[in-house]
């Protein structure tokens, strides 16, 4: 039997399969079960948040031979071909690839002809930005006055290249970023279904690295399957995806927060031998100084992970004024890295101005008040 990608082979199905996006859910699925249905709807956001998955799930419940629902049956024909992409009545169009205005003006010809057998003729047309303004015009024109078997759905990533005529006549769904503990769980899920063994920190490395992305996360899924030989582990999937060791991010702020700053050149220089993004370690530090201020400001009620201990250790170990301090340090630092001679330079250049301007611990003031004494 030929693989499946997890990508395709885990694609929603139903509105209660899909990741995150419960506000956009929530409103279609209001819509579809009160009958009270648009001509037009705009799907925004990232690359592999769900929209293409939104529309043609809307598609289905349109055309459900159930009947209209927000929940459409999935076992009748009409659910059966939208599934697997040959549905007569729901037209897929790829508006990178049809940017001609006579391409937009044939598809759009056929928009007076009653459904060949679905209850609704769906426009799907992805990346709708990438029309010509000659194409945005034919397709106003037909979304001004539209027939009443016809439905519109559109997606983009960049919203802001259409223009408002096409935006005023739409109703607008913004699909945000999915959470990382959103996405790993859902990995998790899919882990255990398809029975593979895996470390939970090796799945959250991976929900973290998709961005945000359920798709791009599903495909750093079967790499990493496939990297690891079958069993994730945390330590060949932080191989695979370049990313840096929580151990050496705790290392190098341990050494902040004593004020060792042998140490600190020690551990930056054994980090930089497997030649890392050094922008990408300065947001693992700032990330984990968050975590210390919060739990500073929270105490106990600010933990909430694996790590917590070693974090609450921490922030006993440095001032508020100092993970502050730091923080703005390595925020102006990332910025202006690019400026460096060297990116290895520049990172140790931010690393000893956060421990130039370490504040003086109690201890210390005191042993200066003491010196200055005649």
């Keep these: 039997m030929t693989y499946q990608v997890l990508a395709r082979k885990w694609r929603p199905k139903r509105f209660a399969d899909m990741v995150g996006q419960a506000h956009v859910i929530r409103a279609l699925a209001n819509a579809l079960d009160s009958g009270r249905l648009h001509h037009a709807y705009l799907f925004t956001g990232t690359r592999g948040v769900g929209k293409t998955t939104l529309a043609r799930i809307l598609a289905k419940a349109l055309n459900c031979e159930s009947g209209v629902s927000s929940e459409p049956c999935g076992s009748c024909s009409a659910c059966q071909e939208v599934d697997d992409g040959r549905f007569v009545d729901l037209l897929?169009?790829?508006?990178?690839?049809?940017?001609?205005?006579?391409?937009?003006?044939?598809?759009?010809?056929?928009?007076?002809?009653?459904?060949?057998?679905?209850?609704?003729?769906?426009?799907?047309?992805?990346?709708?930005?990438?029309?010509?303004?000659?194409?945005?015009?034919?397709?106003?024109?037909?979304?001004?006055?539209p027939p009443p078997h016809v439905k519109f759905l559109l997606a983009t990533t960049d919203p802001k290249k259409l223009p408002v005529t096409i935006l005023s006549r739409c109703l607008q769904f913004n699909l945000s970023r999915v959470g990382t503990e959103a996405i790993a769980t859902h990995l998790e899920h899919i882990l255990g279904v398809e029975e593979v063994p895996h470390e939970s920190p090796?799945?959250?490395?991976?929900?973290?690295?998709?961005?945000?992305?359920?798709?791009?996360?599903?495909?750093?899924?079967?790499?990493?399957?496939?990297?690891?030989?079958?069993?994730?582990?945390?330590?060949?999937?932080?191989?695979?995806?370049?990313?840096?060791?929580?151990?050496?991010?705790?290392?190098?702020?341990?050494?902040?927060?004593?004020?060792?700053?042998?140490?600190?050149?020690?551990?930056?220089?054994?980090?930089?031998?497997?030649?890392?993004d050094f922008a990408t370690v300065l947001n693992e530090m700032m990330v984990l100084l968050q975590r210390i201020?919060?739990?500073?400001?929270?105490?106990?009620?600010?933990?909430?992970?694996?790590?917590?201990?070693?974090?609450?250790r921490l922030a006993g170990a440095m001032s508020p004024e100092q993970c502050q301090l730091c923080y703005q340090i390595g925020l102006i630092g990332r910025r202006d890295l690019y400026l460096a001679p060297d990116p290895e330079v520049g990172f140790e250049m931010v690393l000893l101005r956060m421990l130039a301007f370490r504040p003086a611990t109690p201890g210390e003031r005191s042993r200066m008040g003491g010196d200055g004494v005649a």
């Design 293 to 312: 201020a919060v739990v500073q400001v929270l105490g106990d009620a600010g933990q909430d992970l694996e790590s917590d201990a070693e974090v609450a």
């Design 202 to 276: 090796a799945v959250r490395q991976i929900a973290s690295a998709a961005d945000g992305s359920v798709r791009d996360a599903l495909s750093l899924l079967d790499q990493a399957i496939a990297y690891c030989g079958g069993e994730l582990a945390l330590e060949p999937v932080a191989a695979m995806l370049g990313t840096i060791s929580s151990t050496q991010i705790f290392g190098l702020v341990e050494a902040l927060a004593t004020g060792d700053g042998a140490a600190l050149l020690q551990r930056a220089r054994k980090l930089a031998d497997s030649a890392p």
């Design 92 to 145: 897929e169009v790829d508006a990178a690839s049809r940017t001609k205005v006579d391409e937009t003006r044939d598809l759009l010809d056929n928009v007076q002809y009653s459904p060949t057998r679905g209850r609704y003729k769906i426009y799907l047309i992805d990346e709708v930005h990438m029309f010509s303004n000659h194409s945005f015009n034919a397709l106003l024109k037909t979304l001004e006055e």
